[in-house]
């Protein structure tokens, strides 16, 4: 099995509605936001997925988030903006505008909210590869 895995980052603002402490109030974070995509085979080039059209999908979300306050933005007028919301976010937006064969290998999204800390959304029943314990170049 292949796994191949893009990042992408976004500084962002944003305040949890529905918790009680520091985090209830507005604050910002330096996301990184990690997508990893699976196959069983490579293509003729030997390549289980092209790094470039993935990247250029998963900058395209981060790019509509950077720079905002996420309580602000309509995908998060109902959600709370916490990281595992963000990851789900990401997720179902890569689905729907990779290509097929991209969108079925969708291995997981992971959103990192520190070089320590992440949350990662993946549908149920499959396995998960270890996490790291920083993200690379933290």
């Avoid at 959103?111 to 690379?136: D, H, M, S």
Wanted: a negative charge.
């Amino acid at each position: 099995m292949y796994t191949v895995c893009v990042q992408a980052h976004y500084d962002s603002a944003h305040f949890l509605r529905n918790y009680k402490g520091k985090c209830e109030r507005l604050h910002g974070h330096r996301y990184v936001v990690e997508a990893a995509l699976q196959t069983e085979g490579l293509d003729q080039a030997g390549m289980a997925f092209d790094f470039v059209e993935l990247k250029r999908e998963l900058r395209a979300l981060a790019n509509d988030l950077d720079h905002q306050n996420l309580n602000d933005l309509p995908q998060f007028e109902r959600l709370e903006t916490s990281a595992e919301n963000q990851a789900r976010w990401f997720y179902d937006q890569l689905c729907a505008r990779l290509p097929e064969p991209q969108a079925r290998g969708l291995l997981y999204v992971r959103v990192w909210e520190t070089p320590t800390q992440w949350a990662q959304y993946a549908p149920t029943g499959i396995p998960l590869p270890p996490a790291p314990r920083t993200p690379p170049g933290a």
